[in-house]
Nanobody
């Protein structure tokens, strides 16, 4: 049973920072593209950032220059450092693991709430 467990969400003022973490119980972590997605109320889930085993990253335009994704293969974790947070970053953030060779091996965490408000 694959599990992704997120942590680190919370309430932060505009301009503040938060770090989200995700621990994955997948068997060969290096074979997975790890990503963060978010879903705001009334909106579709959207990509925030992804990172592959070699470290190549991809970001949504809305977070470029403010967010940074990283992974630790030994610990099977992925983090999302979020800086200069804006009210429009408010959403539930989900960790995702997508196997690079088996498309059906796609897993989601339960989500963690991030609220940016003064």
């Amino acid at each position: 049973q694959v599990q992704l467990v997120e942590s680190g969400g919370g309430l932060v003022q505009p301009g503040g920072s938060l770090t989200l973490s995700c621990a994955a119980s997948v068997s060969i972590f290096s074979l997975y593209i790890m990503g963060w997605y978010r879903q705001a109320p009334g909106k579709q889930r959207e990509l925030v950032a992804t990172i592959i085993n070699g470290g190549t990253t991809n970001y949504a335009d809305s977070v470029k220059g403010r967010f940074a994704i990283s992974r630790d293969n030994a610990k099977r974790t992925v983090q999302l450092q979020m800086n200069s947070l804006k009210p429009e970053d408010t959403a539930v953030y989900f960790c995702n693991a997508q196997h690079t060779r088996v498309p059906t091996y796609n897993y989601w965490g339960q989500g963690t709430q991030v609220t940016v408000s003064s």
